[in-house]
């Protein structure tokens, strides 16, 4: 499995974006890149999946360029309830598929 | 859709008893389902990985004897830590796999069980 390195924490202040940096230089073909959003005493929670170039939902955005060795998880506009740590993981979509999760950022946002 | 569930939340128990926990998916077969540790602060830890219908497969570290994990039916998964110790206490956390949802063999994650042993 890919191993992954993000930053350990960031500050960031309510309304503004925060882009999360993932690095995964040794991504395999098959492996798909997928982002975890933990709030304390909670299990993670799926935020987003992408495989190349940008993916989109209602929660945040996730931008992968084409060497795949990284991805950025973009959350606009965020809000003391964006509070939480987070995970990027890769790992191929198959029956083998299961998750190690890294140290993941701890993202604290601001008033 | 997929729901994850785990009972108890929380548990308390003495040095030396067993306690089991419980992890079901609620609308959807998991054949495959994932235990997890996580101590303050730190990040989840993957101890074993449970197959419907099959032994399950310990992460290395893992005692298989201590953290017993049952896998009887697509919704149910069991994991009982026997003769618990203060060192056991924990946030044990489960994840179940679909593997015919909409991400595709995408893991959701239960609610998480927080056990004090005293």
């Known amino acids: 499995l890919a191993k992954t390195t993000q930053p350990i924490s960031m500050d960031s202040y309510e309304g503004q974006e925060v882009n999360i940096t993932c690095s995964h230089n040794?991504?395999?073909?098959?492996?798909?890149i997928t982002w975890y959003q933990q709030f304390p005493s909670q299990g993670p929670r799926f935020i987003i999946q992408?495989?190349?170039t940008k993916v989109t939902n209602e929660v945040a955005s996730l931008f992968i360029p084409a060497d795949r060795k990284s991805s950025t998880l973009s959350l606009p506009r965020v809000s003391l309830s964006d509070t939480a740590v987070y995970y990027c993981l890769v790992g191929a979509k198959d029956s083998s598929y299961k998750l190690i999760f890294g140290s993941g950022t701890r993202l604290l946002v601001r008033p | 859709g997929a729901v994850v569930s785990q009972h108890p939340s929380r548990v308390i128990c003495k040095s030396g008893t067993s306690v089991k926990i419980e992890c079901r998916s609620l609308?959807?077969?998991?054949?495959?389902m994932f235990w997890y540790r996580q101590f303050p602060k730190k990040s989840l830890m993957l101890m074993a990985t449970?197959?419907?219908?099959?032994?399950?497969?310990?992460e290395q570290g893992v005692e298989k004897d201590k953290f017993l994990i049952n896998h009887a039916s697509l919704t149910l998964s069991t994991l009982t830590v026997t003769s618990a110790h203060p060192e056991d206490s924990s946030f044990y956390i489960c994840s179940a796999r679909d593997p015919k949802g909409e991400w595709n063999y995408e893991q959701y994650f239960g609610p998480g069980t927080r056990l004090t042993v005293t």
């Open positions: 449970s197959n419907e219908g099959s032994k399950a497969t310990y």
């Open positions: 992408g495989y190349k």
């Open positions: 040794n991504i395999a073909t098959n492996d798909y």
């Open positions: 609308d959807f077969q998991a054949t495959t």
